[in-house]
């Protein structure tokens, strides 16, 4: 038993990651059909070794260079990683202030101050989403009171625009930005900063010199959990964003269900993949060498 | 030698009815401390008595309830922490792990250009001899390799005061030995004022001008380590320095010589010191002497020997006396010691014993 322990891990990820990103990537070297299911080739097992082989023959990177070919692609590709980009940016600058703000709260309020954080995920993302329509439509909540208060004079357009869904983006992903960051800084030795001021440094240097430099881990995590996921969010844009935002989980949502493009949808899906997985190994470079020297 | 209630004219540094509270809870209460200008002091007390809460109160991470803190005249009690000009050396070292120990020395010093700066630091490396070790981070280096680290980022500015935090506490016995005497060289060559807080009195001793002990928040008794420990203030300084006999009485009155009369339950004793009513007599244990004949003048008491422990260059005695109390006798150890069930004969030097009031 204890011997299989380490080996569960590894299965689970062969099983549950690994497997369907083959499945993926195979259907995605594939051509649609109008078929059960709706794609060419399938592998015929009764046929051996040729069955293998003439499957192989059909798979073809025709979708990937549809992708790099149609600008619709390109745009989406463009558009989510901006976006997650801005908004990840977004939420460093809020997050890190809260999280700060947390950590040096007196320690019987931080678990209160935690749970606020989380309680609004106990409401059901997709309501959570609506509820954002009905502050940001013209009639709602935001246009009215800013009207009231008379800093604007007519509603403001800012639903289904891509502000709209920055704002959605920021909003259901403050808590994963600012959790790892909490984490790391009510880890802080409060002596840092403490003999940083003590060396002359005032606050904004003790921040910028010691605090957040200590906090990049935190940080870094952050704003993996954020990115990698916003990357391929589609509830956000589809509510939010309406048909001018382009991203890429609509895209391969309308290649799926409304094209019933599997192969085209898996490629997008690939794309995202990578796109994703790209800054994750960039950022594992940029700690290794720091991992070096501490040893 | 330093004098317990006159410490001069205008100190360095003076703290005046300075108290700080935490809720309920009392930290430092009422503390006058005056240090005079190269002067090194250290504030010996258990943990918990307040003197990490009065070096922090110095240093500006807190800020007093009642009091004023001056330093060379300027009231600094409500200047933050960059903009007073002493340094602390911290317990944990608290150098910056993501720095390298270059950096750490230099980050004091961004006041200075580049060149002054790398000078700067090339001549703390020196002083704490660790010539070489600025590229290196802080956690390649050993405890004590550390602590010199952190004794030399807080001396780079040069600070007027500096307060040092259990400065010796993380390293082992060996080390901390050799580390006290140099600390105590360093400072006598660079002149600056050092407060110590310690919870070991043989530190304080080898280190210190003046040892300030603290119990409970307050300040109970500063001044030299002879004078605390030939005369201490109450039963906990006398307890603090070393091993002491108390010996409970009532005063009764002074004979020619100027020393006070006790009625104790061994009979008339006198020591010097004064107290009114009810004092205690603090006799420290070398200055008792041990005979196996009486005198004859009947001032010696009578006793057997409970236990003796020989320690190479003493023989520490417990002799019980006529009246059930144990005394604790170290005589040297060239004399031919008297075994467990021995009868003794007990006398010291009235002079060299010392009177406190009984409270407290």
């Known amino acids: 038993m204890k011997r299989l322990l380490p080996v569960l891990p590894a299965l689970w990820l ?21 078929a059960q299911p709706p794609y060419l080739p399938v592998l015929d097992w009764s046929a051996g070794i040729e069955g293998w082989g003439s499957f192989l023959e059909a798979l073809d990177f025709t979708n990937f260079e549809t992708l790099a070919s149609d600008a619709l692609y390109r745009d989406a590709a463009l558009s989510s990683v901006t976006l997650a980009a801005i908004a990840t940016t977004i939420l460093a600058l809020i997050g890190t202030p809260i999280a700060l703000a947390m950590a040096r709260a007196p320690e019987r309020w931080q678990p209160r101050l935690v749970a606020l954080l989380i309680v609004p995920f106990w409401t059901s993302f997709l309501i959570r989403i609506y509820a954002w329509i009905a502050i940001l439509k013209p009639e709602g909540l935001l246009s009215a ?5 008379g800093l604007i004079a007519r509603p403001l357009e800012i639903l289904n625009s891509q502000g709209a869904v920055l704002i959605g983006l920021t909003y259901a992903y403050l808590p994963f930005m600012v959790l790892p960051l909490y984490a790391v800084l009510t880890k802080l030795d409060p002596r840092l900063p403490e003999a940083a001021a003590d060396l002359g440094a005032g606050p904004t240097r003790v921040f910028w010199t010691v605090t957040l430099p200590l906090a990049r881990p935190g940080l870094t995590a952050g704003a993996l959990l954020c990115f990698v996921p916003m990357v391929g969010e589609f509830i956000i844009p589809d509510l939010l964003g309406g048909s001018d935002t382009l991203m890429l989980g609509r895209v391969l949502w309308s290649e799926f269900f409304s094209n019933r493009d599997w192969p085209l949808a898996s490629a997008v899906a690939i794309l995202v993949l990578v796109l994703v997985v790209g800054p994750l190994i960039l ?6 060498p720091e991992r070096e020297a501490r040893r | 030698m330093a004098s317990t209630h006159a410490p001069g004219p205008a100190g360095l540094l003076t703290c005046a009815g300075l108290g700080k509270r935490f809720g309920a809870h009392a930290a430092v209460t009422d503390l006058d401390l005056t240090l005079q200008p190269g002067e090194f002091v250290c504030l010996l007390g258990p943990s918990g008595c307040g003197k990490s809460t009065l070096l922090r109160l110095i240093a500006g991470f807190e800020t007093p309830s009642t009091g004023t803190i001056r330093l060379g005249g300027a009231d600094i009690t409500a200047d933050p922490p960059h903009r007073r000009p002493v340094n602390m050396m911290f317990q944990s070292y608290a150098l910056f792990p993501h720095l390298s120990v270059a950096a750490n020395l230099a980050y004091g010093l961004s006041g200075l250009g580049r060149a002054a ?8 490396l020196r002083l704490v001899r660790l010539d070489g070790f600025g590229p290196r981070r802080p956690d390649t280096l050993s405890g004590g390799q550390r602590q010199r680290v952190a004794l030399a980022r807080a001396l780079a500015r040069a600070p007027q005061v500096l307060l040092l935090d259990e400065p010796l506490g993380a390293l082992d016995r060996a080390l901390r030995e050799e580390t006290q005497g140099e600390l105590r060289a360093l400072q006598r060559r660079l002149g600056t004022s050092f407060i110590v807080v310690t ?28 004078s ?3 005369r201490p203030a109450n039963r906990f300084v006398a307890g603090l320095l070393g091993d002491v006999n108390l010996i409970p009485g009532r005063v009764r009155d002074r004979d020619p010589g100027g ?4 009625d104790t339950a061994l009979g008339p004793l006198r020591a010097r010191g004064a107290a009114a009513g009810e004092g205690v007599i603090a006799l420290r244990p070398e200055r008792i002497a041990l005979s196996r004949a009486p005198s004859g003048d009947g001032t010696d008491l009578p006793g057997q020997v409970v236990e003796t422990t020989y ?5 520490r005695l417990r002799v019980r006396l006529a009246d059930g109390t144990v005394w604790r006798v170290s005589a040297p150890a060239d004399a031919e010691a008297p075994a467990v069930g021995e009868t003794v004969h007990l006398s010291y030097p009235p002079e060299r014993a010392w009177l406190m009031p009984a409270a407290g």
């Open chain 2, 311 to 315: 320690l190479g260059d003493r023989v």
């Open chain 1, 283 to 288: 950022f594992r470079e940029d700690e290794a």
């Open chain 2, 199 to 226: 919870h070991d009195p043989a530190e304080a001793l080898a280190l210190a001008d003046r040892i300030g002990v603290m119990e409970g928040g307050r300040l109970v008794q500063i001044g030299d380590g002879a």
């Open chain 1, 145 to 149: 009171g800013l009207m009231k208060l």
């Open chain 2, 117 to 124: 700066r790398q000078a700067r630091v090339d001549e703390l």
């Open chain 2, 259 to 262: 020393l006070t009369r006790l």
């Open chain 2, 228 to 230: 605390l420990y030939e």
């Open chain 1, 14 to 34: 062969a099983a549950f990651v690994l497997l369907p990103v083959i499945l993926t990537l195979k259907i995605s070297l594939s051509t649609p059909a109008t």
